[in-house]
């Protein structure tokens, strides 16, 4: 049987091949279901709550300035005037609750490396966080309310200067639409889009990372500098000191000539990517750390055994190495499967062995985790 995409009758390869990166998508009553996922109650929540990464857009009507408070936020606190709106965002839903992680399987035919997070908006009516662009892929799925969106595919990256939050200084849209709820809008990377709340509404970011070119340079520079292979030095070449304040271009060619060799190393380029790809959005909370014998005895007593809510693995396809929150292991089919199972599972949810036995690979990658505050009991 042909895979669908959600509700409706396009098969998952036809977008994939049709609209994943290229252009945007409606689908009607794409996600049935979607009004029960949360209440604009318990998005306040959640928006109160440490654990949630959350911000506040607050924009005085007429959209000519716009500010950003961070979470948490209590409601009741805040001061407003009668002629601002307000945008609550909070990030990471999927990480805390079981119908978020649960939608979060929903898009599992993107690979898991780029999956980023669910994020609510909750908007006032006639609220939004001002037109801007997004450098990955998201579906916005409406749960309740009306929002219309404006999106532009080619747009003016200029941001508006001596703003809180970076909006496009010029926006003009060529596609519109209505979403009301159980409504899912793919929207490309790179296209700028500008969600309206028709009324009071909430709506729900499936977001998939991208990188610009910069940001691949910045850690893959990072990565170097941290390892063996952290580069040579590059000596200018002293011809003349008649000119000591010029850079040459012969300089610069050097540059770019190390660059390139230092890309060049395939081996490295899949060590870094690996790890970037596996690395937690947050610093993982290192609690008590046991030693190796009350760690695995606990274990092999059936103790639960929970996992960070940040923790991500991928592989590399050469089933080389096996890159765990951030860390390279040598990979085994073990230790791929053992772990594969554990992280595709619920963070709330513990595991415990059940009789299965570890073996030394997988039990010093579970133990180096543990010490890193990946994998730990709860008191």
Not at 141 to 160: F, S, V
Not at 313 to 325: K, P
């Amino acid at each position: 049987m042909k895979q669908s995409l959600l509700s409706s009758d396009l098969g998952i390869d036809d977008f994939i091949k049709g609209y994943w990166n290229r252009e945007s998508l409606l689908l009607k009553s794409g996600l049935s279901g979607a009004s029960a996922l949360a209440s604009f109650e318990e998005i306040l929540d959640f928006g109160g709550e440490a654990q949630f990464e959350s911000r506040m857009v607050i924009e005085k009507l007429g959209g000519k300035d716009y500010k950003c408070l961070p979470g948490p936020i209590e409601l009741s606190e805040l001061d407003m005037d009668d002629d601002e709106r307000w945008t609550l965002l909070a990030h990471g839903l999927n990480l805390y609750n079981p119908d978020f992680f649960e939608l979060a399987q929903k898009f599992n035919f993107i690979p898991n490396w780029m999956f980023d997070d669910i994020m609510a908006s909750y908007s006032k009516e006639g609220a939004s966080v001002g037109a801007h662009i997004d450098h990955y892929g998201v579906f916005i799925i409406q749960g309740l309310g009306k929002r219309k969106w404006l999106l532009e595919n080619n747009p003016n990256p200029a941001y508006i200067p001596n703003l809180e939050i970076k909006l496009l200084a010029e926006f003009h849209p060529d596609q519109e639409y209505i979403l009301e709820s159980g409504d899912v809008l793919y929207i490309p990377p790179g296209v700028a889009h500008h969600g309206i709340s028709l009324t009071d509404s909430l709506s729900y970011s499936v977001a998939f990372r991208s990188y610009s070119d910069f940001d691949y340079l910045a850690s893959f520079g990072d990565f170097g500098a941290d390892t063996s292979k952290g580069g040579v030095a590059i000596h200018p070449v002293v011809e003349s000191s008649s000119e000591t304040d010029v850079i040459t271009d012969q300089y610069i060619l050097k540059i770019q000539d190390s660059f390139k060799k230092a890309i060049s190393d395939k081996e490295q380029l899949s060590i870094w990517l690996g790890q970037m790809m596996s690395a937690p959005r947050m610093a993982f909370e290192k609690g008590e750390k046991l030693c190796s014998e009350q760690f695995f005895g606990l274990l092999t007593q059936g103790a639960e055994l929970f996992h960070s809510e940040h923790l991500r693995m991928n592989v590399d396809e050469s089933r080389v190495h096996l890159f765990i929150g951030g860390k390279r292991f040598d990979y085994s089919q073990q230790a791929y499967l053992f772990f594969q199972k554990i992280v595709g599972a619920a963070p709330f949810e513990s595991f415990t062995l059940n009789d299965q036995k570890l073996g030394e690979d997988v039990k010093k990658i579970l133990y180096s985790l543990h010490c890193e505050g990946v994998f730990f009991y709860e008191d």
